[in-house]
C-alpha cells in the first residue's frame, strides 16, 4: 500500500461569521491559528482513497459533492472514494448552506459557502500533492487512554443534563489511536493520523480564527516528528473538551466541557491531546507492511418522523399568536411548529438515507457518520466489530445535528433539543442503533481476516 500526505492552508480573511453558539456578531478580528486540510492518500494500485482532515465545524452534503467534483477534476479519483472530515472547531467560518432552524440571522449572506467554493481547488491542490508523493509505507499503530476529552452530559442531583459540565464518572469515548507511517525502504516518516474524540470548543465565543485543541495538539506533534498529521474526530456529540473554566449553575457547578476561555483553553486541551498521542507514537516498535487497502459504499437507511403532530404544531402557533406583539421575532418553538405544519401538508418521508464511505487498511477500519455521533456507537463499534481498530468517524461528508443515543434521548438536554433544529425531520430513537448494526454488516463483509 502507498501512502501520501500533503497539507493546504485554508484559512479565510477576517471579517467572515464565525459560526458555532449561533451568534451573528461573531465575526473574525483575528487568527490564533490557521485552518488546514490535511490529506491522507491512499492506494494499492488498483483503488484510490482520500481521507481528509478539515478544520471546519461541518460540511453539508451538497457542498461535499461540490468539493469532491473539484477533487475528481484536479486528479481523476473517484469523489465516492473522499471522505472529508471536519474537526468541528467552532472558530471556522459557517460551511454550510444548511441554517439551524428558526434562526435568520447567521451568516445572511452566505459568505462561508463562498468561502467554502473558493477552499475547494486548494484541497483539491492538496490531494494532488498527496497522490504525487505516495510511496509504498509500513504503518505502525498504537492505541490507549487519553483525558482530551470528557462528557459533557453532567447531571444534577435530579438527574437533569445541564450546561455542559464535564463529569469524568459518565460513559463517553476516552480512546485514542494513532498511526505512524513510513516508507518501506528509507525508514523515513511520511505522516501521521490521530483519532480520538472531543468537541472543539476549547476556544469558547472568541472572535479569533482558530482550529482549536486540535490545531495545538497537530502543531505540537508535527514539530516533534517534521510531517504533516491528519486529525479525526470520533464520538464528539457527547465528549467535550477537558478544560479548567469553572462554571456555576443554579442547580450544578463543575469544569466546562462546553466553551473554554479562549486560548488558554485552547492551549490547555491541545498539549494534553499531544503528549497522550506523542507518548502512544513514540512507543510504537512494530510496522506492518502490504497492508490491504479496501474502500466500500453502503447506503445506511434510518427512521425518521416530524418531531410533533400537527395538533401539536396549531396549539404552538395559537398559543403564541395570541401573546406575541406582531412586530417581534417569534420564538424557536413557534417557527419550528410553523415549519412542521408545512412538512405534514407534503408527502411523508418515513426514512433518511446517507452514503457512507468505509475505509480500511489492514487492522484499520474507518467508520464515517454526517453526525455528530454519541460514544455508546462508538464504543459498540469498538467493541464488535470485525476490525483490530474500528474507528468511528462524525461529521464527514455532510451536517445532520446530533446522534444520541436511546438512554441519551430519554435524558435530555441540548443535544436532543438540538436534532429539532437542523431539519424537518428528527430521526427516531432507534435510529443509532440501526446505524451500527448497518455499518457492522458491511465491516463484515469488507473484512478478509
Not at 509504498?136 to 483525558?147: M, N, Q, R
Not at 486540535?214 to 477537558?242: S, W
Not at 502490504?290 to 445506511?300: R, S
Request: glycine share 8%; charged share 25%; aromatic share 8%.
Amino acid at each position: 500500500m502507498k501512502v501520501g500526505f500533503a497539507i493546504s492552508d485554508i484559512t479565510p480573511e477576517l471579517g467572515i461569521y464565525l459560526t458555532g453558539y449561533g451568534r451573528p456578531e461573531r465575526l473574525a478580528n483575528s487568527v490564533h491559528s490557521p485552518l488546514t486540510a490535511v490529506v491522507m492518500y491512499l492506494s494499492d494500485g488498483s483503488k484510490e482513497v482520500v481521507m481528509i482532515g478539515l478544520d471546519w465545524c461541518f460540511v453539508d452534503w451538497e457542498l461535499t459533492q461540490y468539493i469532491r467534483a473539484a477533487i475528481t477534476e484536479a486528479t481523476g479519483i473517484p469523489g465516492q472514494n473522499v471522505n472529508l472530515c471536519c474537526s468541528h472547531t467552532h472558530s471556522a467560518p459557517h460551511t454550510t448552506y444548511m441554517r439551524t432552524l428558526g434562526r435568520v440571522a447567521v451568516d445572511p449572506e452566505n459568505k462561508g459557502v463562498e468561502y467554502t467554493k473558493s477552499a475547494a481547488p486548494l484541497i483539491a491542490d492538496a490531494v494532488k500533492r498527496a497522490k504525487q508523493a505516495a510511496r509504498e509505507c509500513s504503518v505502525g499503530l498504537a492505541a490507549g487512554k487519553t483525558k482530551t476529552g470528557i462528557s459533557r452530559r453532567g447531571m444534577n442531583e435530579e438527574g437533569k443534563v445541564t450546561g455542559f459540565i464535564g463529569d469524568p464518572d459518565l460513559m463517553y469515548d476516552d480512546n485514542m489511536t494513532t498511526a505512524l507511517f513510513i516508507d518501506s525502504e528509507t525508514k523515513e516518516i511520511l505522516g501521521i493520523m490521530v483519532h480520538c474524540s472531543g468537541h472543539n470548543t476549547a476556544m469558547g465565543g472568541s472572535f479569533a480564527i482558530s482550529s482549536d485543541w486540535c490545531g495545538v495538539m497537530k502543531k505540537r506533534i508535527a514539530d516533534r516528528y517534521k510531517v504533516p498529521v491528519i486529525f479525526i474526530n470520533g464520538a464528539l456529540g457527547d465528549v467535550g473538551p477537558r478544560t479548567s473554566r469553572w462554571i456555576e449553575f443554579p442547580a450544578s457547578r463543575g469544569f466546562s466541557a462546553g466553551g473554554g476561555d479562549g486560548q488558554a483553553s485552547a492551549e490547555e486541551v491541545g498539549y494534553r491531546a499531544a503528549a497522550d498521542a506523542l507518548r502512544l507514537l513514540d512507543d510504537i516498535r512494530e510496522f506492518r507492511k502490504d497492508l490491504p487497502l479496501d474502500c466500500q459504499n453502503v447506503t445506511i437507511q434510518l427512521p425518521q418522523s416530524i418531531p410533533m403532530t400537527e395538533d401539536e404544531a396549531k396549539a404552538i402557533l395559537q398559543k403564541y399568536d395570541a401573546q406575541t406583539e406582531k412586530d417581534v421575532e417569534p420564538p424557536v418553538d413557534y417557527q419550528l411548529a410553523k415549519i412542521a405544519i408545512e412538512t405534514w401538508k407534503k408527502p411523508l418521508e418515513p426514512i433518511f438515507e446517507f452514503e457512507q464511505t468505509l475505509v480500511s487498511f489492514g487492522p484499520v477500519a474507518l467508520c464515517p457518520f454526517p453526525f455528530e455521533m454519541f460514544s455508546i456507537f462508538s464504543l459498540r463499534l469498538r467493541k464488535f466489530g470485525p476490525f483490530e481498530y474500528n474507528l468511528l468517524c462524525s461529521n464527514t461528508n455532510g451536517r445532520n445535528a446530533y446522534m444520541p443515543d436511546r438512554g441519551s434521548i430519554a435524558n435530555g438536554g441540548y443535544e436532543v433539543t438540538c436534532r429539532k433544529t437542523v431539519r424537518p425531520y428528527v430521526l427516531n430513537p432507534e435510529a443509532g442503533d440501526l446505524a451500527v448494526v448497518q455499518t457492522l454488516k458491511a465491516l463484515r463483509g469488507m473484512f478478509k481476516g
